[in-house]
């Protein structure tokens, strides 16, 4: 069965920092491009930062570039979003989504929701 969850979340003051994880079964993180998404209240989901299978090439969006940081352990089957300097517009739930490589099906997380209060 495959799943893909994600941990970490929960509420910060701003200009903290939280860790969130992305477990994956099912399938071997080697093999998809892992990245994060978010979607704040009544906004779309917009990809925030990438990492390709292999970890060379990585995109973050300019709102949380210089501040947040995605990393891959592909030995463990996860995928990693650290968040400093957070805001309060960094606020939404946020989601691990997995793309083929190569071929084969893309996977999303349910999502974990991040609170910064002032």
């Known amino acids: 069965e495959v799943q893909v969850v994600e941990s970490g979340g929960g509420m910060v003051q701003a200009g903290g920092s939280l860790r969130l994880s992305c477990a994956v079964s099912?399938?071997?993180?080697?093999?998809?491009?892992m990245s994060w998404y978010r979607q704040a209240e009544g906004k779309q989901r917009e990809m925030i930062a990438s990492i390709s299978h292999l970890g060379g090439n990585i995109f973050y969006a300019d709102s949380v570039k210089n501040r947040f940081t995605i990393e891959r352990d592909n030995d463990k089957n996860e995928a990693y979003l650290q968040m400093t300097g957070l805001k309060l517009e960094d606020s939404a739930v946020y989601y691990c989504?997995?793309?083929?490589?190569?071929?084969?099906?893309?996977?999303w997380g349910k999502g974990t929701l991040v609170t910064v209060s002032p």
């Open positions: 099912g399938f071997l993180t080697r093999g998809y491009h």
């Open positions: 989504h997995a793309s083929p490589a190569f071929q084969g099906l893309d996977y």
